[in-house]
């Protein structure tokens, strides 16, 4: 099987490759796994509490291309977004870019998944957070 | 069919690889072309499959990993749909790839193979989990015991193309 130019383009140059600080309270952490095939994928995003833009995206990925090349694009996606226009992400946006095949929708399926997770641990925090001003 | 039933084995994960190795050469031998020659075309296409179906189970059988996930299916559970890691292995294969990979760009040998030895333990803990979870029909157990067992194997795998890189990088005498 062969590898879109638009994955191996991503896969050679990833973007957005490292980590932030997890426990920095503006940054939300995804951490996903396919258990089809063994691949790890985490995806953190530095939001802003205030107007909720993602400020910033990282992800470490131990997989094959496809799953590599769909987290690099999608920390490219959300960056200047708000949470809730990444929330609306969807793995077929990916299929479609990366031109997937059949066999390699679920390494789409994990990256959004991560984007996801990492939201959702971010509004977690937050709400935490609240509880305990109260 | 089953692969344990292709093969005439009993549903069971600790099966004998002796009994496997027999079964598997014994029926190879029974359905080898050279000894349906008189048989009719329909016949022979059926011993062909059949001999395919049957290297196909053997394939099956003899890895943990592939034989766990038939024996599961065997019994109605879908290994991949019904296994969602619990965020701790996760964290827990994370750690280690990105030790790994450290390890690799360093080119820590030391380290690469410490931790190696540390997922070999891990692996043959998994793998007494789910003899344990099979003896005892608990499906669930065996089951998350497969998803460890899944993510582990991807370590090796990584571990094991290390060691090829640097045979390659030997043989270019680098």
């Known amino acids: 099987m062969a590898y879109s130019t638009k994955v191996i383009e991503h896969y050679e140059n990833p973007r957005n490759v490292g980590t932030l600080d997890k426990e920095d309270e503006n940054v939300g952490t995804g951490l996903v796994g396919a258990p089809a095939c063994g691949d790890v994928m985490r995806l953190q995003l530095k939001i802003n509490p205030e107007t909720e833009v993602v400020e910033d995206a990282k992800f470490k990925t131990f997989g094959c291309g496809s799953a590599i090349a769909s987290s690099s694009l999608v920390t490219e996606w959300v960056k200047g977004k708000t949470i809730t226009e990444a929330m609306k992400l969807s793995n077929t946006q990916i299929v479609e870019e990366l031109n997937l095949p059949p066999v390699k929708i679920h390494c789409s399926v994990l990256a959004e998944d991560a984007i996801k997770s990492a939201i959702e641990d971010f509004k977690r925090k937050k709400a935490a957070r609240a509880d305990a001003a109260k | ?174």
Do not use: C
């Open chain 2, 1 to 174: 069919m089953d692969p344990f039933s292709t093969l005439g084995l009993s549903l069971r994960f600790d099966l004998d690889v002796a009994e496997l190795e027999r079964r598997y050469r014994d029926l190879q031998r029974a359905l080898h072309p050279d000894k349906h020659t008189q048989a009719s075309p329909s016949e022979r296409r059926a011993t062909l499959s059949k001999a395919v179906e049957v290297n196909e189970a053997y394939r099956v059988l003899r890895d943990d990993l592939s034989r766990a996930s038939a024996l599961l299916a065997a019994h109605g559970v879908n290994v991949v749909s019904e296994s969602k890691a619990d965020p701790e292995l996760l964290m827990e294969v994370m750690e280690l790839r990105e030790a790994l990979a450290e390890a690799r760009a360093t080119k820590n040998d030391a380290a690469v193979a410490t931790l190696a030895a540390r997922v070999k333990a891990l692996e043959d803990a998994t793998r007494r989990a789910m003899i344990e979870g099979f003896a005892a029909n608990d499906f669930k157990k065996a089951a998350l015991s497969w998803t460890r067992m899944r993510y582990l194997r991807r370590f090796v795998d990584e571990v094991n193309a290390i060691a090829e890189e640097k045979e390659n990088a030997a043989a270019r005498g680098v």
